[in-house]
């Protein structure tokens, strides 16, 4: 395999959109946030959190009904619509057409689940990401990918990605057959790890921010929702994958000196996102 290209900042500078001093909410895009199930909630928390701070103008979070309350009250930003279920999500009527959709943190694999993602998926034309139980659930049926729009960015863990790709022996087999699956149902896909790589069909490209202070529960829900604002703010999928991951490690990079490594959470990446944008225009 030839060397990965590495995201630096010089490569990131290329791919930042300053916002324009005249934008507003409108201009800003409207993403859209499918997460949660009954004691998984906080993961719909992180990701409609993180979106909102990365730059997206207007954010939706569809959950099932008991997320309510717990995104009205923790997220006074975010705009809630519920699913019929009180538990988890069984139909997916979203009340806008948004810029972009991310789905799957915390969202469960109940039977109602999967069918409510299989008709999401038939219907939707939306920038995509594919996060956590979405993964989980596709692994089960791969020809639903058909069904996703060209350059949906998928975030697998390395325990996702073997369900997606099936086991490897080796690093050269793993990158072999993730390629493999990229080019074949046009995806990209973003394997999370120390450090993370994105590829993008016969394309490979190693993240050189971040440190094993990400290594904490709701870490990939926060990329998710990072990656989602930046798709709904215009980006195209394979910059917002690589400023992404670049801006997600960054975080942890700008906070560690002030946190540790044992004491950064999921939502110290999302306190630190001002100063990781901050640090683009340093």
């Known amino acids: 395999m030839k060397s990965p290209y590495l995201i630096t900042k010089e490569e990131i500078l290329k791919i ?7 934008a507003h909410k409108g201009t800003q895009g409207h993403a859209v946030i499918i997460a949660g199930s009954y004691g998984k909630v906080g993961a719909a928390v992180l990701a409609s959190k993180s979106c909102l701070k990365s730059g997206c103008g207007l954010v939706t979070t569809f959950t099932p009904k008991c997320g309510y309350q717990i995104l009205q009250i923790s997220i006074p930003e975010v705009m809630v619509a519920t699913d ?19 789905i799957g943190p915390g969202l469960g694999k109940e039977l109602g689940t999967q069918k409510a993602l299989f008709e999401f ?13 979405a993964l989980n659930i596709i692994s089960e049926n791969l020809s639903w990918l058909e069904l996703v729009p060209e350059d949906t960015i998928l975030t697998p863990h390395p325990k996702e990605l073997e369900r997606l790709i099936g086991k490897w022996n080796s690093e050269s087999e793993k990158f072999q057959k993730t390629i ?6 046009k995806v990209i896909v973003i394997m999370k790890g120390a450090p993370t790589f994105i590829i993008n069909r016969t394309s490979v490209y190693e993240n050189i921010t971040g440190n094993a202070a990400l290594a904490t529960a709701g870490s990939g829900d926060v990329l998710t929702g990072i990656l989602t604002s930046l798709l709904a703010q215009g980006y195209e999928p394979k910059y917002a994958s690589k400023l992404g991951v670049y801006l997600h490690g960054l975080t942890a990079d700008i906070a560690l000196p002030k946190t540790g490594y044992e004491s950064f959470t999921a939502s110290t990446i999302i306190k630190y996102l001002g100063k990781a944008f901050l640090s683009l225009k340093a």
């Open 16 to 22: 930042y959109k300053p916002v324009n001093p005249k």
């Open 180 to 185: 493999a699956f990229s080019e074949k149902y």
């Open 121 to 133: 998926l038939r219907i939707n034309k939306a920038p995509l990401v594919l996060d956590a139980d």
């Open 84 to 102: 019929e279920n009180t538990n988890f999500i069984t139909n997916i009527h979203l009340p806008l057409i948004p810029q972009a959709i991310g």
